[in-house]
């Protein structure tokens, strides 16, 4: 009997989309991350311009997220990048953990400045122009933040 190779996700890809799953480990967060700055730069943003800076630091709080409170064993997260048509980008981070669902947004809180941790999610509200959560289907969470991509008045 011959052994199959592993199966690997594939990223779909159309002009204005990038969807990919990754594996929830710290490792598949770094990627999620990268891949996210490199299409970018696809769609004319290069990487250190401000929105590729905003997107790779959002893009790496939620999927660090994912991976450290949305991990089930064995399950992927997934990465989705969507360019608006009215100049917006909509980065989802999907998990498994549907029962373990951040504070709405506003709904944040504070924390102590010596507490470690908690302050990702206070990163994606200052970063993005808008963020949310979502319940997803069959199981588990998604959660949006959009960006303005559209160039700022000076």
């Known amino acids: ?41 696809r769609w004319g943003h290069p990487p250190g311009g401000e929105p590729s800076d905003r997107v790779a630091l959002v893009v790496a709080e939620l999927a660090a997220n994912a991976v450290t409170h949305g991990r089930v064993p064995g399950r992927d997260f997934e990465l989705a990048l969507t360019r608006t048509s009215e100049g917006d980008l909509r980065i989802e981070v999907s998990d498994t953990r549907g029962e373990r669902r951040p504070p709405a947004p506003g709904h944040l809180g504070g924390r102590e400045p010596c507490e470690p941790g908690g302050r990702g ?34």
Do not use: N, Y
């Open 1 to 41: 009997m011959t052994k199959s190779p592993p199966r690997v996700a594939s990223a779909e890809r159309t002009a204005d989309a990038f969807v990919q799953r990754f594996s929830s480990t710290p490792r598949g967060a770094r990627l999620a991350r990268r891949l996210a700055v490199c299409q970018l730069d």
């Open 121 to 154: 999610l206070l990163l994606v509200e200052a970063l993005s122009d808008r963020w949310s959560v979502h319940e997803r289907l069959p199981v588990g969470k998604t959660v949006r933040a959009e960006i303005d991509l559209r160039p700022r008045e000076q």
